[in-house]
Protein backbone atom coordinates (compact mmCIF):
# COMPACT_ATOMS: atom_id res chain seq x y z
CA UNK A 1 0.00 0.00 0.00
CA UNK A 2 2.67 2.21 1.45
CA UNK A 3 4.42 1.90 -3.09
CA UNK A 4 1.43 3.15 -4.13
CA UNK A 5 1.08 6.04 -2.32
CA UNK A 6 4.68 6.98 -2.98
CA UNK A 7 3.98 6.56 -6.64
CA UNK A 8 0.98 9.10 -6.45
CA UNK A 9 2.88 11.32 -4.26
CA UNK A 10 5.58 11.13 -7.02
CA UNK A 11 3.75 11.89 -10.12
CA UNK A 12 1.73 14.32 -8.40
CA UNK A 13 5.47 15.99 -7.85
CA UNK A 14 6.13 15.88 -11.60
CA UNK A 15 3.12 17.20 -12.03
CA UNK A 16 3.52 19.95 -9.83
CA UNK A 17 7.26 20.39 -11.04
CA UNK A 18 5.64 21.02 -14.57
CA UNK A 19 3.48 23.38 -13.49
CA UNK A 20 5.95 25.04 -12.02
CA UNK A 21 8.38 25.51 -15.17
CA UNK A 22 5.35 26.41 -16.90
CA UNK A 23 4.46 29.81 -14.71
CA UNK A 24 7.99 30.70 -14.20
CA UNK A 25 7.85 30.73 -18.35
CA UNK A 26 4.82 32.41 -18.26
CA UNK A 27 6.23 35.13 -15.82
CA UNK A 28 9.40 35.14 -17.72
CA UNK A 29 7.44 36.33 -21.04
CA UNK A 30 5.20 38.82 -18.95
CA UNK A 31 8.46 40.41 -17.74
CA UNK A 32 9.49 40.46 -21.36
CA UNK A 33 6.31 41.93 -22.56
CA UNK A 34 6.83 44.64 -19.92
CA UNK A 35 10.47 45.58 -21.24
CA UNK A 36 9.11 45.92 -24.41
CA UNK A 37 6.37 48.07 -23.58
CA UNK A 38 8.09 50.10 -21.51
CA UNK A 39 11.39 50.65 -23.75
CA UNK A 40 9.21 51.31 -27.48
CA UNK A 41 7.97 54.23 -28.64
CA UNK A 42 4.44 55.13 -29.87
CA UNK A 43 2.54 52.17 -30.86
CA UNK A 44 -0.82 51.27 -30.88
CA UNK A 45 -1.47 48.63 -28.63
CA UNK A 46 -4.48 46.29 -28.70
CA UNK A 47 -5.68 43.59 -26.44
CA UNK A 48 -8.96 40.98 -26.74
CA UNK A 49 -12.01 41.38 -24.81
CA UNK A 50 -14.75 39.51 -24.94
CA UNK A 51 -14.47 38.88 -28.93
CA UNK A 52 -13.25 42.10 -29.62
CA UNK A 53 -10.23 44.20 -30.55
CA UNK A 54 -9.65 46.98 -28.22
CA UNK A 55 -6.92 50.14 -28.21
CA UNK A 56 -5.29 50.28 -24.84
CA UNK A 57 -3.26 52.62 -23.47
CA UNK A 58 0.84 51.94 -22.29
CA UNK A 59 -0.47 52.23 -18.76
CA UNK A 60 -3.31 49.90 -19.56
CA UNK A 61 -0.86 47.40 -21.02
CA UNK A 62 1.84 47.64 -17.94
CA UNK A 63 -1.11 47.24 -15.17
CA UNK A 64 -2.83 44.51 -17.26
CA UNK A 65 1.14 42.80 -17.49
CA UNK A 66 1.41 43.29 -13.95
CA UNK A 67 -1.74 41.38 -12.55
CA UNK A 68 -1.16 38.67 -14.94
CA UNK A 69 2.75 38.84 -13.14
CA UNK A 70 1.77 38.63 -9.43
CA UNK A 71 -1.00 36.21 -10.36
CA UNK A 72 1.37 33.78 -11.79
CA UNK A 73 3.50 34.41 -8.79
CA UNK A 74 0.61 34.05 -6.58
CA UNK A 75 -0.04 30.67 -8.32
CA UNK A 76 3.85 29.81 -7.99
CA UNK A 77 4.08 30.74 -4.97
CA UNK A 78 1.31 27.81 -3.92
CA UNK A 79 2.88 25.60 -6.11
CA UNK A 80 6.20 25.27 -3.85
CA UNK A 81 3.99 24.98 -0.81
CA UNK A 82 2.61 22.22 -2.31
CA UNK A 83 5.69 20.62 -3.47
CA UNK A 84 6.83 20.86 0.17
CA UNK A 85 4.20 19.30 1.55
CA UNK A 86 4.11 16.48 -1.41
CA UNK A 87 8.39 16.09 -0.68
CA UNK A 88 7.59 15.46 3.50
CA UNK A 89 4.95 12.95 3.01
CA UNK A 90 7.02 11.24 0.34
CA UNK A 91 10.28 11.58 2.87
CA UNK A 92 7.94 9.88 5.75
CA UNK A 93 7.10 7.18 3.29
CA UNK A 94 10.18 6.05 2.37
CA UNK A 95 12.20 6.44 5.82
CA UNK A 96 13.02 3.26 7.03
CA UNK A 97 11.02 1.81 9.89
CA UNK A 98 12.62 2.50 12.90
Known amino acids: MEAVKAYELETELAKLLELMRTLELKIA?????????RREGNRRLYRTLSGLLVEVTREEALEHVERLKMAYERELKKLRERKERVEKELK????PLV
Not at 29 to 37: D, M, Y
Not at 92 to 95: F, S
Request: hydrophobic share 55%; proline share 0%.
Open 92 to 95: KLKA
Open 29 to 37: EAKEAEAFL
